[in-house]
């Protein structure tokens, strides 16, 4: 397996045509996995909010208080969420994808200071125009993985992950294979889309590097099936940390 960076990519504007921008500077071929930073996807659909704009609820500004946090960011993220599974010290929410995620998404790094970038509204919509426009325009079937930086929940540190999917399923199932001593899998189901985002994350970086796209080649996880990054997400009531961070919210 091989992992490299497209170079080159301008900073990225509204309407810009991501899947051009890519084939442009990457001889691509079948099966390879094209990952892709929410951070450009967001850019290129105008998924920004002007920071100027917005007018805090009072719900916002009591939130925002509580956290020691800008009550423009909180309007945001309430605007952008279903849930608010934990309002303090931090703010914890499903976002409008069901997405899990501190603030939703929203971010203001690798943007202009007078916006808000929000997470693509439909991301697995988003890999599946991307992979189909390469198809077009390079005739090479790829998979697509739109990815985040996000924490976890009981260590330190920020991984990449998966937010939206095309032509990779999501998931890859363990069950009923046998382990060395022939004894039957019964639980493990691989996430194998946060694993990749996780590793294409390594040569992405978080800051100025300009490295928001990382074709991984030689892992072939290609599926022509209709998949959804949302194969990933727990259903409610399965969720039992979900559950317990919801009991201790009042
Ligand atoms: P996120 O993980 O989706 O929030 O994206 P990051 O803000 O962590 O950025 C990931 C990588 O993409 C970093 O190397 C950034 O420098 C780069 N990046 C972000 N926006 C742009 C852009 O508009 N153009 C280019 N060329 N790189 C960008
Ligand atoms: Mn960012
Ligand atoms: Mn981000
Ligand atoms: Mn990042």
């Not at 290129?44 to 009591?62: C, D, F, M």
């Not at 997470?119 to 919509?125: A, E, F, S």
Request: proline share 3%; hydrophobic share 40%.
């Amino acid at each position: 397996m091989e992992l490299f960076t497209v170079d080159d990519l301008p900073l990225i504007k509204e309407g810009d045509n991501i899947a051009a921008m890519i084939c442009e500077r990457t001889q691509l071929e079948s099966h390879d996995v094209v990952v892709i930073a929410s951070t450009i996807v967001a850019k290129s659909e105008a998924a920004t909010v002007l920071k100027g704009a917005i007018i805090p609820s009072e719900r916002a500004v009591a939130m925002a208080k509580k956290c020691g946090t800008d009550p423009a960011l909180v309007q945001v993220v309430l605007d952008n969420s279903v849930e608010q599974i934990v309002e303090f010290p931090v703010l914890l929410v499903e976002n409008l994808n069901g997405h899990v995620s501190i603030n939703a998404g929203i971010d203001d790094s690798n943007v202009e200071d007078e916006y808000f970038l929000e997470m693509p509204h439909d991301p697995d919509g988003s890999a599946k125009a991307i992979g189909m426009h390469v198809a077009d325009l390079c005739g090479k079937d790829v998979s697509v993985i739109i990815t985040d930086t996000n924490g976890r929940s009981f260590k330190i540190g920020q991984t990449g992950v998966a937010v939206g999917v095309y032509g990779v399923h999501p998931i890859k199932n363990w069950r009923g294979e046998k382990d060395l001593f022939g004894k039957v899998l019964e639980i493990t189901e691989e996430a194998v889309a946060d694993e990749v985002a996780s590793a294409a994350n390594l040569l992405m970086g978080e800051a100025a590097g300009g490295t928001p796209v990382v074709i991984v080649r030689g892992l072939d996880l290609y599926s022509s099936d209709d998949v959804s990054v949302k194969e990933m997400y727990r259903r409610e009531g399965e969720d039992i940390i979900r559950k317990g961070l919801k009991c201790l919210r009042h």
